[in-house]
Antibody, heavy 127, light 107 residues
Framework: EVQLVQSGAEVKKPGESLRISCKGS????????IAWVRQMPGKGLEWMGI????????RYSPSFQGQVTISVDKSITTAYLQWRSLRASDTAMYYC????????????????????WGQGTMVTVSS | DIQMTQSPPSLSASVGDRVTITCRAS??????LAWYQQKPGQVPKLLIS???SLQPGVPSRFTGSGSGTDFTLTISSLQPEDVATYYC?????????FGQGTRLEIK
């Protein structure tokens, strides 16, 4: 079964660091990108960034550039989302999702829709 | 960057009604548009990609259409299990922007 399994809920204090994870299984992990999506309480989906396990190429949304770090360890088929100093405004559910690149049979490559999602990791930041 | 705008923000309809949700891109995106369904307390689920291609297992009452800047998601006969928030998303190139969502309720 193709799945992304995320690490468990976290409760942190402002200023603390955190790394959450997303482990892929049931498919060729290096053949797909992994995206991260934030959903603040009662709000919509926000794309944060995307990483390629094959070579660790990573792209960020301008809204999240410099605020988080996305990384990946292909040897253990796991992607990460990391904060150096959490703020209360980082309280949210975070999802990872699988993304195909070069989905067609032709020469043109592009990012496809997010077909498989992790179960989400709830991060609560409170003093 | 391309902005995605959905309307209406919320919608209340009766079982059996035909429901339409609109998504507009600030620039043309050809057909690189996806729709997701997020039921209360659940993970988002991909419904439609390529503006109109239903994912396997998605009921045929869901239809996507449009190209360029204007897209629609239509539910031909609303069912109780369709209560959810629906999001459009442009893909192809970063940023992979979502619309702000449309919350669908049963009247």
């Amino acid at each position: 079964e193709v799945q992304l399994v995320q690490s468990g809920a976290e409760v942190k204090k402002p200023g603390e660091s955190l790394r959450i994870s997303c482990k892929g299984s049931g498919y060729n992990f290096t053949a797909y990108w992994i995206a991260w999506v934030r959903q603040m309480p009662g709000k919509g989906l926000e794309w944060m960034g995307i990483t390629y396990p094959g070579d660790s190429d990573t792209r960020y949304s301008p809204s999240f550039q410099g605020q988080v770090t996305i990384s990946v360890d292909k040897s253990i088929t796991t992607a990460y989302l990391q904060w150096r100093s959490l703020r209360a405004s980082d309280t949210a559910m975070y999802y990872c999702a699988r993304v195909t690149y070069c989905p067609g049979t032709g020469p043109v490559c592009y990012f496809d829709a997010f077909d498989i999602w992790g179960q989400g990791t709830m991060v609560t930041v409170s003093s | 960057d391309i902005q995605m705008t959905q309307s209406p923000p919320s919608l209340s309809a009766s079982v059996g009604d035909r429901v339409t949700i609109t998504c507009r891109a600030s620039q043309g995106i050809r057909n690189y548009l996806a729709w997701y369904q997020q039921k209360p307390g659940q993970v988002p689920k991909l419904l439609i990609s390529g503006a109109s291609s239903l994912q396997p297992g998605v009921p045929s009452r869901f239809t996507g259409s449009g190209s360029g800047t204007d897209f629609t998601l239509t539910i031909s006969s609303l069912q109780p299990e369709d209560v959810a928030t629906y999001y459009c998303q442009k893909y192809y190139s970063v940023p992979l922007t979502f619309g702000q969502g449309t919350r669908l309720e049963i009247k």
